[in-house]
């Protein structure tokens, strides 16, 4: 089987999950390049992979016009650029043949969605979607138990994401997808467009036709602040000892996502002190700022229901800031459930006990499966190994995230937001 050789476009945390299969399996695949903007990422990812300094460009123009002379330089692309830079990046690569492992969401709206569709297929390339959490045994280990007709035909799915406190903080409340107009995501767009995926892919002999959805930013707001709140927690706030959202609970006791929240300081995270980190949380680190009084515009709950064509049905629920974090699941057929969290690696089958009118009961624990340091419960290492399959013309697995299947779960997001938005139904069209 031939090395893949592949370009890194956005050499940041997620494009070092999926390489990371480069170091420890460079038969199979080979990072040739590297394309970003900041020249330290570029030096980064050189060092790493060794990758010359003359294969590290700052843009995808300056990649393409190296082409034009010295030819093609790989097999494939890896784009874990930053949402708002998808498709300025994905398009001229898909118009110049390139295959790609697309970093999820692929954008933001239905228009751009369907034009990069539309130039993969009309170029010949193969393109996927970084919905990993497919690849993950545990919904991995739920799919097949679906396809093997145990639990009869789907009626309903019920999915939910708590985003937990220090996550939704990092990220979501203080974060760099803290709102549209930065990142040009929408919160059910960056965080659950894996959950929608999931729903779609679980239950694809059908397709999704209706989506209405409700939700707002309703409780992380300025005036439910805590009485006498502050602007910065370590600074001018007398709830810094006691508020959930307290930046010295979060930041300086547990340093929870330092990768994360530590971006602002011109150093490795791992080598800046804990007086750098304090001092930055007391005058310039968004991260120090109130939770209820940062310039966030990003939803704190949302609820999402799903028609879909042969009748079953979905729902979806999003909360931020939720003590416990985790991800639910409950599946329900004509002939019996599953119901697991994926956090635990363990989920239930139940199918109904003729002679006693009840119930019997399965558990399934997948967590020897996966390596503890897998970022999404096993996914990121399955997702590279399809894609490097794929490239390669090998027969790809159940989970396979190709653009013409992924692109079911976007289409919901994108309705589901439209009704928050407009109090309506909104149908599902997509031409074939």
Not at 276 to 303: F, I, M, R, W
Request: glycine share 8%; hydrophobic share 35%.
């Amino acid at each position: 089987m031939k090395q893949v050789k592949v370009i890194i476009v956005g050499n940041g945390e997620r494009a070092n999950c999926y390489c990371k299969y480069a170091l420890t399996n460079p038969q199979d695949l080979k990072v040739v390049a590297i394309v970003d903007p900041d020249i330290e990422k570029r030096k980064e990812g050189s060092v790493k992979y060794g990758v010359p300094e003359s294969m590290t460009f700052a843009s995808v123009d300056d990649l393409l016009s190296y082409e034009k002379e010295h030819g093609r330089l790989a097999d494939g692309v890896i784009n874990a650029t930053m949402d708002e830079w998808h498709y300025r990046t994905a398009m001229p690569l898909l118009r110049a043949g390139y295959n790609m492992l697309l970093e999820k969401p692929v954008v933001n709206n239905e228009k751009e969605l369907l034009e990069i569709k539309k130039t993969a297929e009309e170029n010949g390339c193969l393109l996927m979607v970084c919905h990993v959490l497919r690849y993950t045994p545990f919904y991995l280990a739920i799919k097949k138990v679906v396809e093997s007709g145990e639990i009869g035909e789907i009626m309903h799915i019920e999915t939910c994401e708590n985003v937990g406190i220090a996550h939704a903080s990092n990220s979501y409340i203080r974060g760099k997808w803290n709102s549209t107009e930065k990142c040009g995501s929408s919160m059910l767009l960056a965080k659950c467009c894996h959950d929608l995926d999931l729903i779609c892919w679980l239950n694809n002999k059908t397709s999704p036709s209706r989506v209405s959805s409700f939700g707002g930013r309703n409780f992380l707001v300025a005036e439910k602040a805590p009485r006498g709140a502050g602007t910065r927690c370590l600074n001018d706030c007398p709830h810094v000892d006691t508020c959930q959202y307290s930046a010295k609970s979060i930041y300086v006791l547990n340093d929870k996502y330092p990768y994360y929240s530590w971006t602002c300081i011109d150093n490795d995270y791992e080598s800046i002190s804990r007086e750098q980190k304090t001092e930055s949380l007391k005058t310039y680190n968004p991260h120090g700022e109130c939770a209820y009084k940062v310039n966030s515009d990003l939803v704190d709950h949302q609820a999402v229901m799903i028609h879909f064509e042969n009748g079953s049905t979905a729902t979806h629920s999003m909360i931020q800031g939720a003590v416990r974090p985790c991800r639910l699941i409950r599946i329900m057929g004509t002939k019996g459930e599953i119901q697991g969290m994926i956090e635990s690696c363990k989920f239930c089958v139940r199918t109904y006990d003729f002679f006693n009118a009840d119930y019997l009961e399965k558990e399934f624990d997948v967590s020897g499966l996966f390596e503890k340091d897998d970022h999404h419960a096993g996914g990121d290492d399955g997702i590279i190994k399809d894609f490097v399959n794929m490239v390669r013309g090998g027969e790809v697995s159940i989970s396979c995230t190709k653009i013409d299947d992924s692109i079911y779960g976007h289409l919901c997001v994108f309705m589901a937001d439209k009704s928050m938005q407009s109090g309506k139904t909104e149908e599902i069209i997509l031409k074939k």
